[in-house]
């Protein structure tokens, strides 16, 4: 099967039928994905500031991070489901556009480099004092914070772009 | 009438007509908006949780509000403007749509809300800044904030779609 063959399918399915003509459903699943876009950049912009070394300076990084870290994690789920939901009711118009494989690319990438940031404190492994000498940590924390951003950006856009 | 030629004047400025006709300047207000509620709810949510009695970052109350404040208010404002450019690019659409009344409505007892812990429960935090769980009052003005703010992402969200 091609892929506009199954775009296609998809579009036609009974579920993808149900998301279109039950009003209610795509509004207040962007609502909740709008909140869960809330939580996770602002886990984002917390704990990587503090892994920049700005804020909160005076709390152990590791203590931070743990913090935030399954917040994050919670809310790529909810991200996730809520955005199959809303790819599931337009398939055509999601699956064919750029800006949505871009804003999927950077999710990837944004979500990988705060894990891989974070894991040697979430796993005890790192004496807190030599990881936070690590040059590369403070531009990653505000690498990912950029890129945070952008995908927020990709994220509207993709209601404009084909 | 006169309201409507006031709504009329205003959706008639320079600026106004530019927003309107750009095929860019919507989107991008959209998207600044959006990035302007994930820091406000997020940083808001850390707070409103801190004062039901979830530990946050770092025990005293009264510094996390002192830290995280300058971020609300900053993206707070960044959402005011964006909010109020948007608004003036269609401004008779806008005031004939009752969710538009509904937000504006909505956080301005959100507004109310802060205003009541602030001029209460707030005023005595040394008291209860590192105690666990706080006071009935603050613990009454996190789950209002959190209410409230999620009513307005919510009805935010359905103005588009009415």
Not at chain 1, 57 to 63: C, H, R, S
Not at chain 1, 88 to 101: I, K, M, S
Not at chain 2, 145 to 150: G, I, N, V
Request: glycine share 6%.
């Amino acid at each position: 099967m091609s892929s506009q063959s199954l775009i296609a399918w998809l579009y036609g399915s009974p579920v993808s039928t149900t998301i279109r003509d039950v009003l209610w459903i795509v509004p207040t699943v962007q609502s909740v994905h709008i909140m869960a876009i809330a939580v996770i950049f602002g886990s984002a912009v917390i704990s990587d500031l503090r892994l920049a070394g700005v804020l909160a300076t005076d709390e152990p990084l590791d203590v931070v991070v743990r913090r935030y870290f399954p917040w994050m994690r919670n809310a790529l789920i909810v991200l996730l489901v809520t955005g199959l939901i809303m790819t599931a009711g337009e398939p055509d118009r999601v699956l064919n556009n750029t800006t949505f494989w871009l804003k999927m690319a950077l999710v990837v990438s944004v979500f990988s480099l705060t894990w891989l940031v974070r894991r040697p404190l979430l796993r005890h492994t790192a004496d807190t004092r030599s990881f936070a000498s690590d040059y590369r940590i403070k531009p990653l924390a505000w690498l990912s914070i950029l890129l945070w951003c952008v995908v927020i950006f990709c994220g509207r856009w993709i209601a404009y772009t084909i | 009438m006169e309201l409507q030629s006031t709504l009329q004047a205003i959706q008639d400025t320079r600026v106004a007509t530019m927003i309107r006709e750009s095929g860019l300047a919507f989107p991008t207000l959209e998207s600044l908006h959006v990035l302007g509620i994930a820091l406000v709810f997020g940083t808001i949510a850390i707070v409103d949780l801190r004062l039901l009695g979830y530990a946050s970052h770092r025990r005293s109350a009264h510094r996390l509000i002192k830290e995280l404040l300058p971020f609300t208010w900053i993206a707070f404002a960044v959402c005011v403007a964006t909010g109020l450019l948007m608004f003036i690019s269609n401004a008779i659409t806008y005031a004939e749509n009752s969710f538009f009344w509904w937000k504006m409505g909505a956080l301005l007892l959100a507004g109310l809300n802060m205003g009541v812990f602030h001029l209460g429960v707030y005023r005595r935090i040394d008291e209860w800044d590192v105690s666990l769980p706080p006071p009935s009052g603050a613990r009454a003005a996190g789950v209002g904030s959190l209410a409230l703010w999620t009513l307005v992402i919510f009805l935010g969200r359905w103005i588009g779609f009415s």
